[in-house]
């Protein structure tokens, strides 16, 4: 299995919306570990064309990483918690709580498109003709007929989860191993179901419990940043080490301009858990944006995310780090404008 024999115990985390590029896993894999391409927010000839340029990069396996809409999640309670009238009416309200911040960025807020499904069915037929080494899920349990379908074409299939309970349901699906994501994670939380209030047991606890509850292999991420914790997490159960945050200022990856600034910024001292940005909980550096809205945001994917994305567009544009989605994990500091093969050597030093 691709996971338990890498030639280093690191995984390059799929990182949407930028960071991730073709370069990016291809040097991650090159470097002896498994890069991952993300696939989420790309439409399937987006996704397509990402995977070709690994391809034609590297001969080593790497991973797909997608989002599940809801439509496909079978973990999450249905109907939802948040749903019908009340949703558009929580998203509308949100909406204009957003439109003077939007108004002064020269920004005109989105739509909330609840019915976007990330392109999935196209995307999933992707992995599957291009027989990608790997696919990852993350935001939900996709069935476990579509499990199979992807297994069926030679691809390992992994799911994202951040609690025992969710592990307990992805191995009900016979995947072939689990993405264990701690509270220290940079970007947004894996909960299979988006409303949930996540686990705040730290990664060593989380990869503890799922390993004594689940006999699959574990691939463990969030806020590992230096040597020592990553061997730590490897001696808590963990097959291998994800790694985003560390990798968003290496020279491959295609991290936004003013988010590579923000994460060198001694200004910013803090990362927050928020729904601000998309409605999902996601960790960033601290800023206005968070300052301002943090608690007002209802937990509703994308709709939310497709609301605030113009107003975060815009303040990329004006290099304003106060109003963009500066992810990060806890581990942000040690993040360095390195080379990749530079970031996995070091960090698996002591594995
Ligand atoms: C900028 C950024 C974007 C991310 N995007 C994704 C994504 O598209 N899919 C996914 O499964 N995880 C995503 N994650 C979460 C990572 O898979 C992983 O859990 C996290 O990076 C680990 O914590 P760390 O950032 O502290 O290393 C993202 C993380 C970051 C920092």
Known sequence: MVVTELDVPIVGAPMAGGPSTPELAAAVSDAGGLGFLAGGMLDAPELHEQIAEVWSRTERPFGVNLFVPATANVYAAQPRPLDGPDRARAVGEYRERLGPDAARLGAELGEARPEDTDDWDRKIDVVIEERVPVVSFTFGLPSAAVVHEIQRSGTEVLVTVTDVDEARAAATHEVDGLCVQGPEA?????????????????????????????????IAAGGVSQPQRAAQVRLAGADAIQVGTLLLLTPEAGTHLVHRRALGDPAFTETAVTRVFSGRLARSLTNDFVRAHDGHAPAAYPEVNHVAGPLRRAAAAAEDPQWFALWAGTGWRDARPVPTAVVVRDLAASL
């Open 186 to 218: 940079g970007g947004h939380r894996g909960t299979l179901d988006e409303a949930k209030d996540p686990s705040t047991d730290d990664l060593i606890g989380l990869v503890e419990a799922v390993r004594a509850a689940v006999d699959l292999p574990i």
